[in-house]
């Protein structure tokens, strides 16, 4: 179902994050590319939103606007109704630090630390000292299932271990938002779906607001809402009640 450029979602009570005419495009040799041509996007307190789309059309921009990894070229992002365009790059910082956690398609994990290193890191740059970091990193591993493998490097750790350990780390400050990108893409079906089960359980327990950049319909099973873009336009925005998923695509109710 096509969409009117001009679509204007309606905007959640609160949003813990909210998008207003965002563009972004990017010079190539002469040519100019608008990979983004009017963002408005409003997003709750405990939501978890999926963006779809297909192969550029603008979703992981989006995805790195939200997350303060790359600034408009017009138009303004909101966290927590601040105004990250206006912060100086170690107010960005900070704001990336306790206020957003990142879950990546290849992990991102660091080789030579252990589990436990790896999710006590954010911490370290937050300024908790080691003996308290350590404490709630633990406890962070035990509650992804990796109780036993703290001391295990990525290397020792299977694809869907380091991805528990992605999400432990994400979760590491107590972020509003965790965003997502591809989280079960270099994963197994069965892995995958476990993945997923749990940031949703995260989600639920911590009132976590988890955005996902994806390609994989098996998200939508526990997204609240999903966030349809084409061509660097939001295309529609709907409920997990209006969609009816299927063996091997989608389709609307």
């Not at 996007?41 to 939200?66: H, Q, R």
Request: glycine share 8%; net charge negative; with cysteine.
């Amino acid at each position: 179902m096509d969409q009117d450029p001009q679509y204007r979602p309606p905007e959640p009570a609160h949003a813990v994050v909210r998008l207003s005419g965002v563009t972004r495009s990017f010079r190539l040799g002469r040519h100019e590319l608008a990979a983004l041509k009017g963002i408005d996007l409003s997003v709750a307190p405990g939501e978890y939103v999926s963006i779809m789309g297909p192969s550029g059309s603008g979703k992981s921009t989006l995805f790195n606007m939200i997350g303060g990894l790359d600034k408009p070229s017009s138009g303004r992002v909101f966290i927590d109704e601040v105004d990250i365009g206006e912060l100086d790059a170690y107010e960005l910082a900070w704001l990336r630090c306790r206020k957003i956690g990142y879950i990546f398609q290849t992990f991102n994990l660091i080789p030579v630390m252990t589990a436990l290193e790896n999710v006590t890191l954010p911490m370290t740059f937050a300024g908790l000292d080691d003996e308290a970091a350590a404490e709630k990193g633990l406890a962070l591993l035990a509650r992804v299932g990796l109780s036993d493998r703290f001391r295990h490097k990525p290397s020792e750790l299977s694809g869907g271990q380091q991805q528990r350990v992605a999400i432990a780390r994400a979760l590491a400050n107590d972020p509003a938002i965790v965003l997502a990108d591809e989280p079960t893409g270099n994963l197994d079906l069965a892995t995958g779906e476990e993945i997923i089960a749990l940031l949703k359980e995260m989600s639920r327990e911590k009132n976590v607001t988890v955005i996902s950049a994806t390609h994989d319909f098996k998200m939508l099973a526990v997204s609240d809402r999903v966030v349809w873009i084409r061509d660097g336009l939001l295309d529609r925005i709907e409920d997990r009640s209006e969609l009816s998923i299927t063996i091997g695509g989608i389709q609307d109710v």
